[in-house]
């Protein structure tokens, strides 16, 4: 009985101990689930934290862009409203000053609407990553109830595990439960199925769902990026390890997406930088023409120029990173030669000029400014050469450092790793510097590299297609060729895992091949829908195939839909065999390039700079997709644009200084014929547009030059700005009379046609008060038109006859010839003189016997005769013709005279009274 007693209590403290036992290893097997769903749930939380940050990096550098460009945008607008130069520029100066303008304003709207694609882009991704892919692995309601246990689950463990001995030689307690029972990793089976999904952790893509294929659905979740990508909850290994030593998926996909959106940032701010240049350039151009032709002040303008210049040269350093120091040199020596050569032929115009006179646009050092467009439209090709996009998967323009910081993992040709895993030593004076190769060389491998790695990516794409085809649609040969093709790839893409490994080895940098394989290596069918979206090859049908028996068409297999296609549509994009060959001897060329490259950086570290330039040309380019070029094609296209703006600039420069090009602005116009070059000469007109100038004498003396109109004579007064004409008295000087001179002692000499043509009165005196007339009387045929000048008798010896005294030179328009007539004037006047012309004007070829108007001038003795269309001179000196000018066929001009500076010329332009000024096409 006593035996009885003790064998039950005996039982009944084991079961209850086992029971214990049952209970607490349930309570620490719940626990640890629960703390495992909190790590998986904290980990993807960090995950979305990334892409969070990731994205408002992006976003929150556009906004700052937008700010910038928006303020650039108004400022531009503003020199457009208010930026006006006051004053008579020269022709060219406006057109250079507002081209720049408007190049600075199409390439600042270019940025900010670049930038506000890529701030939407970005974001837009981000939330797309966020809400598809990127998603909290929260377990449901039937995967928590099967973490619960019931003690009834107890009793169904069996007497032998109810009743176990602790100290027993059955060894570790292993509780069954229900969901093992019924045959699958049940809620009890955590620990199993955590190292079976722990050993595929963040591994190749897929290879967790493969290692457990007999999971219930109660099973807690390893939930992955999107379809496939990191688990939930990965390798011990992995988690350990630093973040930076191994980017998770999620930064992958990031990567991926941004590809849509960083070719927009990174030109985003290459136009800033073109935008910034050019307005410099614009505001340049207004102080210069503030200084120099305004207030014609040249020191302040030197010194503004050299300002703004040495701005532009500090901004090339800071914006361009990938070209040497003499080559950012050259380059913005070029963009600032067209203001070097505007203010050097400012300089030349200035010379003897006051503030207060208009700057002279015929000046000769004026006909070097068609060089300022063309150094523009050159500047702008070179800065294109240097913004084009690289030849790798990233497509940015690598040689401006702003691209530099674009992304914080990196791109393809570099690898942030290396900075922080590349072993450091002790240099001089204490300070670490980086024990690294040459940077020129390591940029050299790195984007040898990056193509390689490219090409790898492209033939392993064509191979996958291809293996993916079913073997019995294929034929012996292409089965062949196809195994050929994967054993040759295999050995490239292993020597290139051998060359890698040696490269980052000696920067310290972890490598693991392995790795790179499981997720690059995998088939068509391990693929996900995205990645088969983003394949190159996508849509694409593989053939042609094995032949039918009864049809003549090749046959083709359909990887998106699985199903064999015989009748080929027009457009279909097909993938060859022929494809995948050249793809594969791509791979041979690239990693043959990587190769050779190493081996030349193993061999020695003093590999001269010219022979490293000649190894960089053996990249070679590789089509990326459209959206990766588009930001640069649209910059390329407007830039072009502004280039043949630029050159139609200069081509019109250049033409209108050779007189081939006639400018119609109303101010400042230049009239260009034949050597003659008119420039119109703004003046106040009493009658405005009714006014009619008929006749003009450009005088020695005070009264300066004379305009004539049929009604009253006018004396022309010159000022800075205009030139007015103020009244002469009728009485003084009646219309239609002939000023000959008025240097002697204040009187003028005066002449008038009386009698048809027949008589002509010369008045000798003031012009107001008493005077002496003397009456000339002409032998032949009537004048109607008389011009002449009082001179030395010893100037025109040839036509006088005399060398003494002082002569009145005559000459007239008798409708066919130009007759010249020289006198000595008389002590006193008499009643009248029969005067017969012995000597005519020599005319010249093409006269048409059609006159306007004459001019004789004193000094020298010149005779100018005004026809229509065309100028003649004729020398009264030697009595010879001189030459012929053409005029603008646009211009009727009424009269014309010599004056101190050049020729005057009045008349008509479109029905409007101008007034025009030429240099002298001859020599005094």
């Not at 039950?8 to 769903?37: C, H, I, P, T, W």
């Not at 100290?167 to 190292?195: I, N, V, Y």
């Not at 004076?429 to 492209?458: H, N, P, S």
């Not at 006014?691 to 450009?698: E, G, I, M, N, V």
């Amino acid at each position: 009985m006593v035996l009885l007693e003790a064998f039950g209590l005996a039982s009944k403290e084991l079961f209850d101990y086992n029971r214990e036992n049952y209970k607490f290893d349930q309570e620490q097997r719940l626990e640890r689930d629960m703390q495992r769903v909190e790590m998986q749930i904290n980990r993807f939380d960090l995950f979305r934290e990334d892409i969070e940050d990731l994205v408002k990096l992006t976003v929150d550098k556009m906004d700052m862009y937008h700010i910038v460009g928006a303020l650039f945008l108004s400022f531009t607008a503003l020199v457009y409203c208010e930026g006006i130069i006051e004053g008579t520029q020269p022709p060219f100066f406006m057109g250079q000053y507002f081209l720049t303008v408007a190049a600075s304003f199409v390439y600042l709207l270019l940025a900010v609407w670049l930038s506000m694609y890529a701030s939407i882009a970005s974001h837009s991704f981000g939330v797309r990553l966020r809400t598809r892919y990127v998603r909290l692995p929260i377990p449901n309601l039937n995967q928590i109830q099967s973490l619960t246990t019931k003690l009834s689950d107890f009793e169904k463990q069996g007497l032998s595990k109810m009743m176990r001995l602790p100290f027993g030689p059955t060894g570790a307690q292993a509780w069954q439960l229900e969901a093992q029972r019924r045959g699958g990793a049940g809620a009890g089976g955590q620990s199993q199925l955590a190292a079976a999904s722990g050993s595929n952790g963040s591994g190749a893509n897929g290879a967790s769902q493969k290692a457990l294929p007999d999971a219930p659905r109660e099973a807690l979740p390893e939930t992955c990026l999107g379809e496939q990508g990191d688990l939930g909850f990965g390798r011990e290994d992995i988690l350990m390890k630093a973040a930076a030593s191994v980017p998770g998926k999620h930064v992958e996909l990031f990567r991926k997406l941004q590809a849509k959106w960083q070719c927009y940032d990174a030109y985003a701010r290459i136009s800033m930088a073109l935008g910034v240049n050019q307005m410099i350039q614009s505001v340049n151009y207004f102080v210069v023409g503030a200084t120099m032709i305004q207030t014609c002040s040249p020191s302040c303008g030197y010194a503004a120029t050299v300002i703004f210049q040495a701005c532009t040269f500090g901004l090339m350093f800071l914006d361009i990173a990938g070209l040497k120091t003499w080559e950012i040199m050259c380059l913005q020596i070029i963009g600032s030669m067209p203001m070097v050569v505007l203010v050097v032929m400012l300089t030349f115009a200035n010379q003897g000029r006051a503030s207060n006179e208009h700057m002279d646009p015929l000046c000769k050092a004026f006909y070097a400014s068609p060089a300022c467009a063309f150094l523009e439209a050159l500047w702008l090709e070179l800065f294109m050469q240097t913004a084009r996009p690289t030849k790798d998967e990233a497509s940015l323009p690598r040689k401006f450092r702003t691209v530099l910081f674009l992304d914080v993992f990196g791109d393809a040709a570099y690898d942030p790793t290396e900075a922080e895993h590349a072993c450091v030593t002790a240099g001089v004076d204490g300070r670490l510097d980086e024990q690294a190769d040459d940077m020129k060389k390591r940029e050299i491998q790195q984007t040898q590299a990056a193509a390689a790695i490219f090409a790898l990516e492209g033939a392993q794409s064509a191979l996958r297609c291809w293996e993916a085809v079913p073997q019995e649609i294929l034929t012996g040969v292409q089965i062949s060729q196809l195994q050929n093709l994967r054993t040759e790839y295999s050995e490239w893409r292993h020597r290139y895992h051998g060359c890698l490994s040696k490269m980052k080895s000696r920067r310290g940098v972890p490598y693991d091949p392995v790795q790179q394989d499981a997720r690059a290596l995998r088939g068509w069918e391990d693929l996900t829908t995205l990645e088969k979206q983003q394949d190159e090859f996508y849509g694409a049908l593989v053939g042609p195939l094995q032949r039918r028996a009864d049809a003549s068409s090749s046959q083709y297999y359909d990887l998106v839909r699985n199903v064999p296609v015989w009748t080929l549509e027009p457009g279909a994009k097909v993938l060859d065999m022929q494809k995948a060959v050249d793809r594969v001897q791509n791979v041979e060329h690239e990693v043959t390039a990587l190769l050779r490259l190493e081996r030349a950086d193993l061999e020695a570290l003093g590999v001269p700079e010219e022979d490293i330039g000649a190894k960089a040309l053996l990249f070679k380019s590789r089509k990326r997709a459209g959206h990766h070029r588009l930001p640069w094609k649209s910059i390329r296209r407007m830039t072009a644009v502004l280039q043949v703006c630029w050159v139609f600039l200069g081509v019109q420069s250049l033409l209108s200084s050779q007189g081939l090009w006639a400018n119609s602005v109303s101010l400042g116009r230049r009239l260009s014929q034949d050597g003659l070059a008119w420039r119109e000469v703004p003046a106040e007109w009493p009658h405005r547009s009714f006014f009619q100038p008929s006749t003009l004498s450009c005088q020695r003396g005070s009264h300066g030059v004379i305009l004539g109109s049929p009604y009253l004579q006018y004396q022309l007064k010159f000022s800075a700005d205009m030139v007015s004409l103020s009244p002469l008295p009728f009485a003084a000087l009646p219309s239609g009379t002939t000023v000959l001179d008025c240097s002697l002692l204040g009187d003028c000499a005066t002449a008038r046609l009386q009698q048809g043509g027949a008589v002509i009165l010369i008045s000798l005196g003031p012009m107001e008060g008493q005077k002496q007339t003397w009456q000339l009387r002409l032998q032949g045929r009537p004048w109607s038109k008389v011009a002449g000048m009082v001179a030395s008798c010893a100037s025109v010896e040839l036509l006088a006859g005399v060398r003494t005294g002082t002569c009145l030179v005559l000459a007239g328009w008798d409708g066919e010839h130009v007759p010249l007539v020289a006198l000595a004037l008389p002590s006193n006047a008499t009643e009248s003189v029969v005067v017969a012309p012995r000597v005519d004007a020599p005319l010249g070829p093409g006269f048409n016997f059609s006159l306007t108007d004459l001019h004789v001038s004193a000094a020298p003795p010149r005779l100018w005769a005004l026809q229509p269309g065309r100028v003649e001179a004729w020398d009264l000196v030697g009595l010879r013709n001189l030459g012929t000018w053409k005029l603008d066929k646009d211009l009727e001009a009424t009269s014309l005279c010599e004056a101190d500076r050049g020729l005057l010329l009045a008349g008509f332009l479109w029905d409007e009274p101008r007034l025009f000024r030429s240099e002298l096409p001859l020599r005094a």
